[in-house]
């Protein structure tokens, strides 16, 4: 199956400063990624050049034609202001369909159908009127995830997105995000420092330290000297 991402020997970075170096990574359909690594390692930088906000400063960015037609959804790491943004949960969702409105002032049929689709699925439709404000952490993460999907049907990126969850709702988004890319096909791929979970969650691990530490298979990190060290020791996962 041809690859949504190739990245051949890729730099990103800024101001004659690369934060990611001689990347090699491709990423298909189907694919679940978790991105590892310490702070300052470039995994903000590398989700920022995947998005298309930051182009190479070396090698060669390829994006299928399909994924450059059906975009990105992406759910940032939230701040304390856009938790408390006053605005009902229909408007948020709805506001995924932006790039697909163009310059109408308006919202189509189509559009708002595709967003009452959406929460629906995320079992959030009850809460349309609500104000996204007034609701639990993992309600808003569910509000977010249905306005991703409104971007696309093909491709999510996470940025730490379980923080400031309690560990319920942890459960629940990573039980949410596996339906997403078992049942529905939606390639995702997340940056979170929660591995020991993340890591029955995905099946395949990027590992960065500005150069990729590894790139493979779950089952590989946990016996590769990166992954062993990262996770505490193999016999962590006996």
Not at 67 to 76: A, E, F, H, S, V
Request: charged share 25%; proline share 3%.
């Amino acid at each position: 199956m041809k690859p949504f991402i190739t990245c051949e020997h890729v730099d990103f970075g800024y101001e004659n400063h690369d934060a990611v170096i001689d990347l090699n990574l491709e990423i298909s359909p189907g694919d679940y990624l978790c991105v590892v690594g310490a702070n300052g390692s470039g995994k903000s930088t590398l989700i920022k050049g995947l998005l298309g906000l930051l182009k190479p400063t070396a090698g060669v960015l390829t994006v299928d034609e399909e994924l450059r037609r059906g975009g990105i959804g992406y759910l940032p790491q939230q701040t304390a202001a856009q938790r408390d943004f006053p605005a009902t949960v229909q408007e948020v969702v709805l506001s995924g369909t932006l790039s697909r409105r163009g310059n109408r002032p308006f919202y189509s049929a189509a559009e708002k159908r595709l967003a009452l689709h959406n929460m629906e699925r995320l079992g959030i439709a009850d809460l349309n009127r609500k104000c996204y404000r007034e609701l639990s952490g993992g309600q808003q993460q569910r509000v977010l995830i249905a306005r991703a999907l409104c971007a696309t049907e093909q491709v999510l990126i996470l940025d730490e997105p379980i923080t400031g969850l309690d560990p319920s709702a942890i459960q629940d988004f990573y039980r949410l995000i596996r339906k997403l890319n078992h049942e529905d096909q939606i390639t995702i791929i997340m940056v979170s420092h929660d591995i020991r979970n993340v890591i029955t969650q995905a099946n395949k691990v990027l590992h960065m330290q500005q150069r990729v530490l590894f790139c493979g298979t779950t089952a590989e990190y946990q016996k590769s000297d990166a992954g062993k060290e990262f996770l505490g020791g193999e016999e962590a996962w006996v």
